[in-house]
């Protein structure tokens, strides 16, 4: 019997993927097991940016260790297509202004261009009753980078 293995995505094709989606998990390190969540995410074509709030226990494993694993996917209902990449870096925290505002507005299109239901705000910090306005005119949700990807694996099906 032969072992199949996964063909490998090429650049293009990652990129596109990591273009295309704004849900990834990220894998922090935890005390005994790592520590996963799920972010919104934007991609402008040399990082990936995440919102994260300003507490919770991601918090303090990033302080602890920024290093992580960031995946992301694009499967089928039934699986008969699958993609996904995962990406091993460190993530630093945004402290540009400049950046956090053109950032921040990067996410109030990417929600609506995605058409995503407004109770998304409240994983960013915010109540789904607020305007989308308010990711750009109130800092509740710290701005991550990831930076120093050290390995890119991205795999695919067809």
Known sequence: MNIVKIPKMEVAEYNRLIMEGYVCRIAFRG??????APFL?????KF???LSTKYGRKNDLYRLDPHVSVEIERISADLSEYNFVTLQGYLIQE???ITKK???????????EKNLSKNILSALGHEPTESLESIATEERANIWKLTGVAEIVALKNK
Do not use: A, H, N, W
Not at 31 to 36: C, L
Not at 41 to 45: A, E
């Open 41 to 45: 995410y934007v991609f402008d074509g």
């Open 95 to 97: 402290e540009d202004s």
């Open 102 to 112: 053109k950032i921040r507005r990067m996410f109030i299109d990417m929600i609506r």
């Open 48 to 50: 990936l940016y995440f």
């Open 31 to 36: 005390e005994k097991y790592p520590y996963m």
